[in-house]
């Protein structure tokens, strides 16, 4: 069974820094584009950042440009958020996701299969 596990998330300044992890089992992601969404509380789930299967191509939301920044361990099956001078409008829960499509998609929830649990992301001011 395939399984999307993120961690890493926390309580965290405002200015402040976390790495969210997501480990894939189950099937091997390696060949897949990978992503980050997060959603808050009372709004829809937004794209935050997406990496090509190899690594060499990325994506970032306008909000996270220069801040975050993500990558990807293909023989360890990981894909990594780091969050830098994270803001209180950074606070969501952040999700991992998995898409077949080899070149990174559009912005959108719907081109990925393979979604995680969840990781509490809060920013304190």
């Known amino acids: 069974q395939e399984q999307l596990v993120e961690s890493g998330g926390g309580l965290v300044q405002a200015g402040g820094s976390l790495r969210l992890s997501c480990a894939a089992s189950g099937r091997t992601f390696m060949s897949y584009t990978m992503a980050w969404f997060r959603q808050a509380p009372g709004k829809e789930r937004e794209f935050v950042a997406a990496?090509?299967?190899?690594?060499?191509?990325?994506a970032y939301s306008d909000s996270v440009q220069g801040r975050f920044t993500i990558s990807r361990h293909n023989t360890k099956n990981t894909v990594y958020l780091q969050m830098n001078s994270l803001k209180p409008e950074d606070t969501a829960v952040y999700y991992c996701s998995a898409s077949p499509l080899k070149d990174v998609p559009g912005p959108w929830a719907y081109e990925y299969d393979y979604w995680g649990q969840g990781t509490q992301v809060t920013v304190s001011s």
């Open positions: 990496i090509r299967w190899s690594g060499d191509t990325t």
